[in-house]
């Protein structure tokens, strides 16, 4: 007699998922929330460096312009982006050196939508996109959704996490490869790349036709060197696309407003596209993103300058921890710090259920989601040195303290 297996309701719901669905991975930034709450329940103050949310307040302009925002109805604005913030991005972009008229930016709903709407402009299923690793995590679920292979590369921290050589780079090409994947100033790592850096990356895409995707989001985050963008490369014109967002800059995360640029008519029809099908971004973050658009050079001076005192401060504290290092980062407020541990993740979840130094703790990003390699990363983890500078000491007296306690108990 033959036997039937039962299948239950909940392996037939299972059996209707996407392979898409799980290979997405859980977010490294975000995964240990759970645990975050559980220590808050319990009185704990949790330092928070797992996250790139800034404690900068937003500019009163942008704020005031949500405030006074009077309109009978709360329409659904131009799939483009509105006129007056098309315009505002262009503006802002002649102050930072580059022409770039309204006609050749997508507004896109945060900087996410704006790195999907590239990757599913420029490749079809199962193309490739070379990146270097680390990298910003999410680009992994941009990829998956998009049917995107990443194809990795690995950068050194003992070179500041700077790329490799161009015949390393060159080696990973193929007839599948569509585009090189670039974040300068860098997330997970803080590192500028130099003009030399990206002008290489340049030449390998002229010379194998690739488009170079450039996020740029943290571009007055600055504190040696300069920015370089990929918009002043001519010779690339055709195949470059910057991709940008408002929210550290102008310390708006929640308003989820960033924006494509590309001289390329092809790629912006298709990305106009792309916009029409999901509509239009949000209309009153729209309107006060314009407004903070006119911020002047002293207000990005001012944000630079309280950056870098945070950056020096965390360093400092953070390599006086036996065992830990880190090379002081160029940009951006992210370093890649390496620990005297095994299971980075058994470590960071640790500080977050069986620890606490005077009632307070830290929650850190650890380093493998941020690799596309296994196994690497397991001593990393990413720490974003977005609050003031004396709960960044507190923070840091706190983890010296849990590491030297985890250190003894396992």
Not at 85 to 97: I, P
Not at 106 to 127: K, R, W, Y
Request: a neutral charge.
């Amino acid at each position: 007699m033959t036997q039937q297996k039962t299948v239950s309701a909940t392996d037939q719901s299972r059996a209707r998922l996407s392979e898409r669905s799980a290979r997405m991975p859980a977010s490294p930034i975000r995964k240990l929330a759970p645990y975050a709450t559980a220590a808050k329940e319990r009185g704990i103050t949790i330092y928070g460096l797992n996250i790139g949310q800034p404690d900068v307040p937003t500019p009163p302009e942008f704020l005031a312009a949500v405030r006074s925002f009077d309109q009978p109805v709360l329409a659904y604005g131009h799939s483009q982006g509105q006129a007056d913030l098309l315009a505002g991005f262009s503006r802002y972009y002649k102050q930072v050196g580059l022409d770039i008229p309204p006609e050749q930016i997508q507004v896109t709903t945060g900087g996410s939508e704006a790195i999907l709407f590239a990757l599913m402009a420029v490749c079809n299923p199962g193309d490739e996109v070379i990146v270097f690793e680390p990298y910003y995590t999410n680009y992994t679920g941009f990829a998956i959704t998009a049917g995107v292979k990443l194809v990795p590369l690995a950068t050194d921290p003992q070179t500041g996490y700077h790329l490799p050589p161009a015949k390393a780079i060159e080696a990973k090409i193929t007839n599948r490869t569509k585009a090189i994947f670039i974040c300068s100033p860098n997330n997970p790592t803080g590192t500028v790349l130099t003009r030399e850096e990206i002008n290489t990356i340049v030449g390998l895409a002229g010379k194998h036709n690739l488009f170079v995707l450039s996020d740029e989001v943290y571009r007055e985050f600055c504190y040696e060197g300069s920015h370089t963008s990929i918009m002043e490369f001519p010779e690339i014109a055709e195949g470059a696309i910057l991709l940008d967002s408002i929210s550290k800059r102008y310390s708006a995360c929640g308003a989820r407003i960033g924006c494509l640029v590309s001289r390329n008519p092809e790629i912006m029809d298709a990305v106009l596209r792309m916009g029409q099908a999901r509509l239009c971004s949000p209309t009153i973050e729209q309107i006060a993103a314009a407004r903070a658009m006119d911020l002047g050079k002293d207000y990005y001076r001012e944000l630079t300058a309280e950056y870098r005192k945070r950056r020096d401060t965390v360093i400092e504290h953070f390599n006086k921890i036996p065992g830990c290092s880190c090379r002081k980062p160029s940009g951006a407020f992210y370093f890649m710090g390496g620990f005297p541990v095994d299971d980075i993740e058994d470590f960071c979840r640790w500080l977050l259920t069986d620890f606490s130094y005077e009632n307070q703790t830290v929650m850190m990003a650890p380093g493998p989601g941020f690799y596309a390699t296994p196994g690497i990363g397991n001593n990393e983890a990413r720490i974003a040195y977005v609050l003031e500078t004396d709960k960044l000491i507190r923070a840091m007296t706190a983890l010296g303290h849990g590491l030297e306690r985890y250190k003894t108990s396992h």
